[in-house]
């Protein structure tokens, strides 16, 4: 069975940096989406970005578009959010998300994915 556990999350200023590993066991190598996910209490979890790791292929939401950046260490079976220039609106648990799939798309809505970790805490201060 698939398991997803994160780390990297803490306490920054604003304009600092923050990297989330999430280290990804259970599923078919190379044949999945990964995606970060992130939640403010009483609020809808938000798709922040997703790669799937039969490719290079990766989706962003407008918000982190151009500061933070996913990628993937495919022999790690290995998912992480570079989170550069940091704002007090991006504090939130963030959580990462994986789903098996044989095709190359990956989208960011939290229905469409089946394993969930545990999540990790980034908070900004201005």
């Known amino acids: 069975q698939a398991q997803l556990v994160e780390s990297g999350g803490g306490s920054v200023q604003a304009g600092g940096s923050l990297t989330l590993s999430c280290e990804i066991s259970?599923?078919?190598?190379?044949?999945?989406?990964a995606a970060w996910f992130r939640q403010i209490p009483g609020k809808e979890r938000e798709g922040v970005a997703t790669i799937w790791f039969g490719g290079t292929d990766t989706t962003y939401a407008d918000s982190v578009k151009g500061r933070f950046t996913i990628s993937q260490d495919n022999r790690k079976n290995s998912v992480f959010l570079q989170m550069n220039s940091l704002k007090p609106e991006d504090t939130a648990m963030y959580y990462c998300?994986?789903?098996?799939?044989?095709?190359?798309?990956?989208?960011?809505?939290?229905?469409?994915?089946?394993?969930w970790g545990q999540g990790t805490q980034v908070t900004v201060s201005s």
């Open positions: 998300a994986a789903v098996q799939t044989y095709g190359g798309s990956c989208l960011r809505m939290a229905f469409g994915y089946r394993h």
């Open positions: 259970g599923l078919e190598y190379n044949r999945f989406c």
